[in-house]
């Protein structure tokens, strides 16, 4: 499965596999909600290509969820963003590999061959950090992984600035339910109020790295 939000990516990652013939089948997505509902109806797939930035999650809290919830289904992330902190964390998390989007096929093949074969830890052509992630997001990240996935909407839409009546309105739920979902997930994440929950999904943002987010040079 490909879980991207860039329509000319998927495409081209779909005619990859396709073409190379290391999937059999191949399902697209373009945010966390599409992904969800095909796993509910589907099944978990065999791979997952992960893109970083997508709609309906807050930084690697996907890949949180994801990792825990099917420890034994690999996802690879995919992204621009590929500074080596971005990297080191994304493995830390449990992704089997980390590809930046300016790849060439050729590699991206490779790599995924690799990671079907059992492989994990590649990052082909890209430099990682060598500090490791704190504890204290690896403990968010595995918490995050044992929401539903509905709950994981929740938070993410707290993490988002929403009020409870808010997020009730975008699930179609009354505000009762989110109540309910919000106690499950201050217990399962270990906090007590809105606050403490948004601080600690915060340790699973991304920073863009500098030379992403610095206005071009004026000469």
């Not at 707290?158 to 217990?187: D, P, Y």
Request: with cysteine; charged share 15%; net charge negative.
């Amino acid at each position: 499965m490909i879980a991207d939000d860039h329509p000319l990516f998927r495409n081209a990652l779909t005619a990859l596999l396709s073409d190379s013939g290391l999937a059999t089948s191949v399902a697209a997505v373009a945010d966390v909600a599409a992904l969800h509902a095909h796993i509910e109806a589907e099944g978990a797939p065999e791979l997952l290509l992960l893109d970083l930035h997508m709609p309906g999650t807050s930084g690697f809290s996907a890949l949180g969820w994801y990792t825990g919830a099917y420890p034994g289904n690999p996802v690879v992330m995919i992204s621009a963003n590929t500074h080596p902190d971005t990297v080191r964390r994304a493995i830390d998390l449990g992704a089997a590999a980390f590809l930046s989007k300016s790849t060439s096929t050729g590699t991206i093949g490779d790599c995924l061959e690799r990671v079907l074969a059992g492989e994990r830890g590649l990052h082909p052509e890209l430099t990682i950090a060598t500090e490791g992630t704190g504890l204290g997001t690896l403990d968010t990240a595995e918490a995050v992984g044992t929401l539903t996935p509905q709950q994981f909407r929740v938070v993410v839409m707290l993490a988002e600035g929403l009020l409870n009546k808010q997020i009730a309105w975008e699930l179609g739920v009354k505000e009762a339910t989110v109540k309910a979902h919000m106690t499950e997930i201050f217990r399962k994440l270990g906090v007590h109020s809105r606050t403490q929950a948004v601080l600690a999904l915060g340790t699973l943002n991304v920073p863009e790295p500098e030379t992403l987010t610095q206005p071009p040079d004026s000469a």
